[in-house]
């Protein structure tokens, strides 16, 4: 089992009355994708400000790389690269120039800088717009830029709030593969993200926060099984509905066969299954079905997808 | 690719030149470059240049055209101070107005443009961060002072101004800029909003530039008073002229217009002496005070580095 980099222990922050991120626990893995889902005003600015040594927790503690959030917050530092939800520009500014002054505050040397500048824009692909002003950029290569300023220093760690957020489809999948590719080169992200699409598709981990606690934390697979006891059979006939739903209701391990409501996409007929039992039970049911001289198009386990887990684990409620 | 790690701080030699030792602090090398680029650095000094050239030739036209009547004559020593003293109370002007606007949006202009943040979860100290604003501005105000040197140098060509003179002004300048500099840098780093950090920072500066005129002119009749009535005991007589010499060095206008005052009637550069009369005896006793550039320039520095101790601490500090 991979190395926790990010602890939180009991981590809350509260203003006066109203309790912003209320004891939160949680454990990243060295290397891993952690996607942090939660409704608007969940607390996870809130979480990501503490993390990065921006805001004082009011009590619990966290730890990154090993580092004290509250007692080591140049550690910290050292260790993170952290991309807020929003863009900060200078006026007159060039590209190069905006990676040189990051790199600068990073401790790089000025004689190392020219050539990460170079690497930084080429890992971004953004080599082309060096000495342009950065103000000219668009939104989606703005938040690229963003991204390359938060590995000037080589970090461990890369926090990063709503990353896709505001982007135009193409911009966000570019972020989405660029996060792949820092994964690929060991780095742990951790962000935060409305878009459940995104956490199903990159995160090795999920952690879900509402009203400031966290309701759900694990990779997605695991938070599937734990709220589905049982397995959901797709399957989708060429014909025989009848004799098909007959055979299976009898059958060991069925719970339940429903055939759902009519859909535009559905053109052949199709059979829901509540179903108990192993991979090798399904594939004899299968079989069983194909005994039966019943013409089986498709046969496909449905998972619970990344939307069906938020909205099982959230209540709606916020803080 | 291959992102270079950064390298484990070695120990920093000192800087060989004054480009370096400048450009150490990314921050004086940011705001220099930010600064300086395009018309606007150029645009502003020219401007600069011609308010004070445009000064400088109404004062020499009204010394003249005064210097020119049957009752007095041309003076051309009194001429170069006119034109060395109207030179310096401009720039003393600047220096109390302009350096505060090139500090005030140092801190609230890194918040509005949501870079704040980003700083702070640099390496970066937060001494350097400071420091590097208040020095970047202050450079740019040296470099409108310097460009006004040839101006002041006319004062010389037509004699009448001593070296001393010139020194003292020069300090004078600088400690002003710095104190004014360090207080817009102070309240911009209380104020999310740089218009709010704006009010309060020329609120200072109005209030330690008129303020104190304002005060003197309440205090007058107190003054007078001391003339009409009975002469106060010789204790009494130093207290309140030392009260109003510590009034004095708060204020860099009063402090300037003394210091040359002393300058010319006693041509002493640091010390000078009020003559008091000793009700009692009726002889008058020379009270020894200092010229009040000097504890000016003392009190500018302390307070102006008190300022940046106090923002250094609130940008250190993490919010709660």
Known sequence: ?319 | MTVEVAAPSAPKRQPRTLREALTRNPVVLKELRGRMRGARAFVLLTFHILVMSGFITLLYTAYTASANTPYSGFDRQLLGKIVFGGVVGMELLLVCFITPAFTVGAISGERERQTYDLLRTTLLPARSLVLGKLTAAMSFVLLLLLAALPLQSLGFLLGGVAPEEVAIATLVLIVTAFLYGSAGILFSTFMRRTLGATILTYSFVLLTTLGLPILLLALLPIFSFMGYSNTPSVVIQAVMYYALGLLIVTNPLATAVTTEAILVGQQTVFYFTVPVVDPNTANSVNLPMVSPWFPFSVFCLILGALLILVSIQVVRRAER
């Open chain 1, 1 to 319: 089992m991979a190395a926790t980099i990010i602890e939180t222990k009991n981590l809350s922050k509260r203003y006066g009355k109203l309790t912003a991120v209320n004891d939160l626990s949680l454990a990243v893995e060295q290397g891993a994708i952690y996607g942090f889902v939660g409704p608007n005003g969940a607390g996870k600015t809130t979480t990501m400000r503490m993390l990065t040594t921006l805001l004082q927790p009011t009590s619990g503690e966290a730890w990154i790389a090993g580092c004290s959030v509250a007692r080591d917050p140049r550690g910290v530092r050292r260790a993170i690269g952290y991309m807020p939800d929003f863009f900060g520009v200078y006026d007159d500014m060039k590209v190069w120039e905006y990676l040189d002054f990051f790199g600068a505050c990073y401790e790089i040397p000025e004689a190392q800088r020219a050539g990460l500048i170079d690497d930084l824009l080429e890992l971004v692909d953004l080599g082309h717009r060096r000495d342009d002003q950065v103000d000219t950029l668009s939104r989606g290569m703005k938040q690229r830029l963003c991204l390359a300023r938060t590995l000037a220093h080589d970090p461990q760690v890369l926090i990063l709030d709503e990353p896709a957020s505001g982007l135009d489809p193409r911009a966000r999948i570019e972020i989405r593969e660029l996060l792949l590719e820092l994964s690929r080169m060991g780095k742990t992200i951790f962000f935060s993200t409305h878009i459940l699409a995104d956490v199903a598709e990159i995160c090795t981990q999920v952690g879900i926060v509402e009203a400031g606690r966290l309701v759900a934390q694990g990779s997605l697979a695991e938070m599937q099984r734990r709220l589905t006891p049982h397995r959901r059979l797709q399957i989708t006939l060429l014909g025989q509905l009848d004799e098909a739903q007959q055979a299976l209701l009898g059958r060991e391990g069925v719970l339940e066969v429903r055939v759902p409501e009519p859909n535009h996409s559905r053109h052949h007929p199709t059979l829901e299954v509540d179903f108990t039992g192993d991979d090798q039970a399904v594939s004899a049911l299968l079989g069983y079905l194909v005994s039966r001289h019943v013409a089986v198009l498709h046969f496909t386990e449905s998972m619970h997808d990344v939307e069906d887990v938020f909205m099982q684990v959230t209540k709606g409620i916020v803080s």
